[in-house]
């Protein structure tokens, strides 16, 4: 069973940034996605970002332009920074591992945007 160990979150004012970052408890491969996605207030878990071997990345609509995902192999972790925060960014993110089929998730930490 691969490990995710999230950090980061916390609660910010609008027109904030903050950094979460998630670290694996084993090597990355070419053949992993890492990605990043979040679940509002009851809404269901929605993709954020995306990021793969070679540094593709992939971004909901809503986040382009104001969050970058990031890897960091040679610490087995990727990151998401978020800038420019907006109140509709309030939700628990969760970091996503998956190699071939088998999908890994980390335990959440919540994100609060409020003034």
């Known amino acids: 069973q691969i490990q995710l160990v999230e950090s980061g979150g916390g609660l910010v004012q609008p027109g904030g940034s903050l950094r979460l970052s998630c670290t694996a408890s084993?090597?990355?491969?070419?053949?992993?996605?890492m990605g990043w996605y979040r679940q509002p207030p009851g809404k269901e878990r929605e993709l954020v970002a995306t990021?793969?071997?070679?540094?593709?990345?992939k971004y909901a609509d809503s986040v382009k332009g104001r969050f970058t995902i990031s890897k960091d192999y040679n610490k087995n972790a990727w990151s998401l920074q978020m800038n420019s925060l907006k109140p509709e960014d309030t939700a628990v993110y969760y970091c996503?591992?998956?190699?071939?089929?088998?999908?890994?998730w980390g335990q959440g930490t919540q994100v609060t945007v409020s003034s």
């Open positions: 084993i090597g990355i491969s070419i053949l992993d996605v």
């Open positions: 990021v793969i071997w070679s540094g593709a990345t």
């Open positions: 996503k591992f998956q190699r071939s089929s088998v999908i890994n």
